[in-house]
């Protein structure tokens, strides 16, 4: 070693950044460079004991505690004996490692917070490619480290968004190095979730962009408050119905809907009656308890579709969307008149009883504008309480009268169903070949107590709107079936009995059930049972149709097709369907003979009918000339007034012995 060295080795060792420390083994100083001092914040150490450990070497550095001044430091140790002064001392390299240690720190902090923040963390290179995810990420998407890293971002996409949302999102990021929105991305379980993204980018020393980071939150469950925020907004916290502005905007919409496809809304307008004595015998807790159940049971009556709102008080709205016929809103609120008037159970075992009455406007007939419909319907309700209250009553007065007058009907139709005031009568079937009669048709009648013996065209029509057909159809099908076994047990000679099946009977009840249980009860033969059946009834998921027919013939029994030449008419299309009888509608005979056309369709279809293996029935026959052109072209069956109407049983059976004896 060069001797300068020595010469100035207390100017080297004072250059040095490290400290250099020499203490006896019982850690008192006996050297220092400056360095030292610097680092322990002290300026005179020289015979000042300082705790420090010896028991190290050089080449195993030991990092200790500073305690200094201005606080906590960290030195990293290396230390060797030496002989000073003829006695074991150390001299010591001290190294102040608190800046790098404090960054390393933050640097471990930092990784700690990126691991245990809720908020999901993903680094991506500049070719997007993800290089770091966090613990929430993993947590949020569903996604482990292995299954993500080096993957393209795109793999969250949720499909929600077009190109121009992300074409947007970049301009921002590369414009201002910086985006934040909502995004929907899309979790490994493929379940897409709403997240509130913000993207920065990373740029190196010379500025050019490393990596993007986007830092976000799933924020489904706040999406799920806000819902619940929004749903309090359009609801009544009492009932939870929708409220007057959810109201008004279904209503707005419903109208567009209906004005696009032609189609009829109704708004009713309730009002309890009696409410408030409710509330004021038995306070405003039963008001309330009343108010909830009054709700259940209005939403239980209606369609799904329907809107029912509380406007507040004892005032609830329902909107009726897609009604087919203007009654239908006065069927519902007779039903509704009749549901609220029954009992109310409340708690503490008290029973009130209360009624509504309830005002009607329609779309289009009364306007075009919620608002206007509301105060229709207000002013409908106004007359109707006016008028006593458990009533309804429509904005416009001739609506009201003609849906009431039906109503009546329907209501004492229900109640002539339940009073025994239906009949049969029966028209006779005849051989066109023997002129003998071979069935008969069962025709309903209604003995009104009020009008008399009521046609089934005036009450048919209803009856199949209101559902009541398929009682007054199994009515009369046990009855028809009653009576011609009591016939066949009178020795009567063997007659086929015609029923009548209406469309709405044959599809929405289980015929072939009832038909079944109809026989083996009354135990008529089912080869002498025919059903009469419409083409509307078959040509409606034809399918279905066909394999109900094939049921019915499974029993036994003889099926026709009522009212031919009226509907489709396709006798080729009716070859589908598994039919014995066609019976050509009354008006192809009605003109026979004077009309060339109506006289070549009879014939043709009684030919093509022949072809298709049917027997052909002609209805309505009034004269003699239209039976002998009917005879000349093979028909093989009629019915008219010719031979008779439509008789009682009794009458019937006169007649038959008359004719067939
Ligand atoms: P429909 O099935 O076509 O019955 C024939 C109708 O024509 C009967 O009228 C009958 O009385 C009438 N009629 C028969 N011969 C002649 C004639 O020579 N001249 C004229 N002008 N009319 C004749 P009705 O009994 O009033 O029945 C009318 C319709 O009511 C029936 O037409 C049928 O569609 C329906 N209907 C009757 N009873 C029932 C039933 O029990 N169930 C169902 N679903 N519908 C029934
Ligand atoms: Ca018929
Ligand atoms: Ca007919």
């Not at 005179?44 to 004991?49: A, I, Q, S």
Request: proline share 3%; net charge negative.
């Amino acid at each position: 070693m060069p001797k300068e060295i020595f010469d100035n080795l207390q100017l080297i060792l004072d250059a040095i950044t490290d400290g250099i420390v020499v203490v006896n083994h019982l850690g008192n100083v006996l050297y220092t460079n400056h360095s030292a001092e610097r680092i322990f914040e002290r300026d005179n150490l020289l015979g000042k004991t300082l705790a420090i450990p010896v028991n190290t070497n050089i080449d195993a550095p030991q990092e200790i505690n500073l305690v200094r001044p201005s606080g906590i430091g960290w030195a990293e140790l290396r230390a060797a004996p030496i002989q000073w002064q003829g006695k074991q001392a150390y001299v010591i390299g001290v190294r102040d490692i608190t800046d790098s240690k404090l960054k390393d720190d933050r640097l471990r902090q930092a990784a700690a917070v990126f691991d245990n923040i809720r908020d999901g963390v993903m680094m991506v290179d500049d070719k997007l490619r993800i290089t770091h995810i966090n613990t929430a990420f993993t947590e949020i998407t569903g996604y482990t480290e292995e299954e993500v890293i080096g993957k393209p971002s795109s793999l969250l996409r949720s499909g929600r968004h077009d190109t121009e949302f992300y074409t947007q999102m970049w301009h921002s990021i590369a414009t201002t190095g910086h985006w934040q929105g909502e995004i929907w991305n899309r979790r490994k379980n493929s379940e897409v979730y709403p997240e509130l993204l913000s993207i920065s980018v990373v740029t190196d020393k010379s500025g050019i962009i490393t990596h993007y980071v986007g830092v976000f939150a799933d924020i489904s469950k706040l999406k799920a408050s806000e819902l619940q925020l929004d749903f309090l907004a359009h609801h009544d916290p009492l009932t939870r119905l929708p409220n007057r502005l959810l109201l008004l905007s279904r209503l707005e919409h419903a109208i567009k809907i209906a004005q696009r496809e032609e189609k009829t809304l109704a708004l009713l307008m309730l009002d309890l009656d009696r409410f408030k004595e409710v509330n004021d015998s038995f306070g405003h807790l039963a008001g309330d308890e009343l108010l909830q159940q009054v709700a259940q049971r209005l939403t239980s009556r209606l369609r799904s579709i329907d809107t029912v709102c509380r406007l507040g008080g004892d005032e609830f709205t329902i909107l009726l969307e897609e009604i087919t016929h203007l009654d239908d809103a006065a069927l519902v609120a007779t039903d509704l008149i009749n549901a609220l008037c029954e009992p109310w159970q409340l708690s503490k075992d008290t029973e009130v009883r209360i009624g509504v009455s309830i005002g009607i406007s329609l779309y289009p007939d009364h306007g075009n504008k919620p608002e206007q419909l509301l105060q229709q319907a207000d002013t409908a309700l106004y007359h109707a309480k006016a008028e006593g209250r458990g009533c309804f009553k429509y904005f416009s007065e001739n609506i009201s009268h003609a849906a009431r007058t039906r109503m009546d009907i329907e209501v004492r139709l229900r109640r002539g169903i339940s009073e025994g005031e239906l009949r049969v009568f029966y028209q006779p079937q005849v051989d066109i070949n023997t002129g003998r009669i071979v069935g008969a048709e069962a025709l309903v009648r209604w003995q009104d107590p009020l009008n008399g013996l009521v046609s089934p065209t005036l009450f048919i029509g209803l009856a199949e709107k209101t559902g009541l057909i398929t009682s007054i159809g199994n009515w009369v099908l046990n009855e028809a079936c009653s009576q011609g076994q009591r016939w066949l047990a009178a020795g009567l000679p063997p007659l086929t009995i015609a029923v009548n099946v209406s469309p709405y009977q044959f599809r929405y009840s289980h015929i072939d059930k009832v038909v079944n249980e109809v026989l083996t009860e009354t135990g008529f033969p089912a080869h002498y049972l025919e059903l009469e059946l419409t083409e509307s009834a078959l040509m409606q998921r034809e399918d279905e149709a066909i394999l109900i027919l094939e049921r019915l013939h499974a029993l036994g029994v003889t099926l026709a097709i009522d009212d031919f030449g009226t509907g489709y008419s396709s006798l080729s299309y009716l070859k589908l369907f598994p039919l014995d009888v066609l019976k050509i509608d009354k008006s192809f005979i009605n003109d026979i003979p004077q009309y060339q056309s109506d006289r070549e369709i009879t014939a043709t279809i009684i030919a093509i009918a022949h072809t298709l293996h049917l027997k052909v029935l002609a209805e309505g026959v009034e004269t003699a000339a239209q039976l002998k052109f009917l005879q000349e072209q093979g028909c093989d069956l009629y019915q008219g007034y010719l031979t008779s109407p439509a008789l009682p049983a009794a009458e019937f059976v006169q007649l038959l012995k008359k004719i067939n004896k």
